[in-house]
Antibody, heavy 117, light 110 residues
Framework: VQLVESGGGLVKPGGSLRLSCAAS????????MNWVRQAPGKGLEWVSA????????YYVDSVRGRFTISRDNAKNSLYLQMDSLRVEDTAVYYC???????????WGQGTLVTVSS | QSVLTQPPSVSAAPGQKVTISCSGS????????VSWYQQLPGTAPKLLIY???KRPSGIPDRFSGSKSGTSATLGITGLQTGDEADYYC???????????FGGGTKLTVL
């Protein structure tokens, strides 16, 4: 199993960024997927989840209406469109595979998003 | 402030046992399965325990999990210096319709 995130970088407050996650080594279309973030020096924060067929989507309150999770099962890819970014969105964003009951069994290496003027 | 409450730090000597608690409510731990994660410095988290007390393949039986009511506990026996890491509990919160994690516990092996 391999999860490789890309798309992070430096963006100004109010700006947008799109994160991507390339999945390999498993049947991507049969697993739910998550985004989890970690602000510098802080703990883990679950951000969003999407079911295997994209029919069920959840967000943490702090990003609902600003972030959009999506997936392309034909391309084995997960995405996170982040709009209206705030300084407090600065974090390492992990792509993570859902498994068992509400657990996450594989994590990517993370991509750093920095929101600063 | 995290939905799940963990002690900020615990410590013990090599070879000893340590437990890490995770306290929640009926909307999360009380009615959903708990998982535990280990995060070594500078690395991504790693799943240690799922479904309250099950270990993924490759996780040694020195690591154990339990749940009672609205609290869960991670136990680590035969502590090694390589166990020094941050440990997080996680579950689903049915009221929030969101995943939740504890604030993390830093384990120091003295």
């Amino acid at each position: 199993v391999q999860l490789v995130e890309s798309g992070g970088g430096l963006v100004k407050p109010g700006g947008s960024l799109r994160l991507s996650c390339a999945a390999s080594g498993f049947t991507f279309s049969t697993y739910s997927m998550n985004w989890v973030r970690q602000a510098p020096g802080k703990g883990l924060e679950w951000v969003s989840a999407i079911s295997s067929s994209s029919n069920i989507i959840y967000y943490v309150d702090s990003v609902r209406g600003r972030f959009t999770i999506s997936r392309d099962n034909a391309k084995n890819s997960l995405y996170l469109q982040m709009d209206s970014l705030r300084v407090e969105d600065t974090a390492v964003y992990y792509c993570a595979r859902g498994a068992y009951s509400y657990a996450i069994d594989y994590w990517g290496q993370g991509t750093l998003v920095t929101v600063s003027s | 402030q995290s939905v799940l409450t963990q002690p900020p730090s615990v410590s013990a000597a090599p070879g000893q046992k340590v437990t890490i608690s995770c306290s929640g409510s009926n909307s999360n731990i009380g009615n959903n399965y708990v998982s535990w994660y280990q995060q070594l410095p500078g690395t991504a988290p790693k799943l240690l325990i799922y479904d309250n007390n099950k270990r993924p393949s490759g996780i040694p039986d020195r690591f154990s999990g339990s749940k009672s009511g609205t609290s869960a506990t991670l136990g680590i026996t035969g502590l090694q210096t390589g166990d020094e890491a941050d440990y997080y509990c996680g579950t689903w919160d049915s009221s929030l319709s969101a995943g939740v994690f504890g604030g993390g516990t830093k384990l120091t092996v003295l």
